[in-house]
Nanobody
Framework: VQLQASGGGLVQAGGSLRLSCSAS????????MGWFRQAPGKEREFVAA????????YYADSVRGRFTISRDNTGNRVYLQMNTLRPEDTAVYYC????????????????????WGQGTLVTVSS
């Protein structure tokens, strides 16, 4: 299983970035996907997730209304559109994937996801 995240970079506060994550090596169709982030000195935290059916998306309160998670038509690539970025959004962002169909509350937990990408750094300057 391989997850490849990309799209991080340096942006000024108020700006936008779009992260991308592609998954390969798993069979069985679409996968549940999540984005997490980890800022220096802090624990990894949930950002957003999308069910494998794409019928539902979930967001942390801190990003709801600013970030949007979506999936391309192939189902193998997931995006995180980040708008109105703030300095506190600075972190390494990780994508993760899970097979099956976990219950809603599970999508918010990093322990739900057995497969992780390498992370991409997002830096928001004030």
């Amino acid at each position: 299983v391989q997850l490849q995240a990309s799209g991080g970079g340096l942006v000024q506060a108020g700006g936008s970035l779009r992260l991308s994550c592609s998954a390969s090596g798993l069979t069985g169709g679409r996968l549940g996907m999540g984005w997490f982030r980890q800022a220096p000195g802090k624990e990894r935290e949930f950002v957003a997730a999308i069910r494998k059916s794409s019928t539902a998306t979930y967001y942390a309160d801190s990003v709801r209304g600013r970030f949007t998670i979506s999936r391309d038509n192939t189902g193998n690539r997931v995006y995180l559109q980040m708008n109105t970025l703030r300095p506190e959004d600075t972190a390494v962002y990780y994508c993760a994937t899970v097979e099956g169909n976990p219950i809603m509350s599970s999508y918010f937990l990093s322990s739900t996801y057995p497969y992780w990408g390498q992370g991409t750094l997002v830096t928001v300057s004030s």
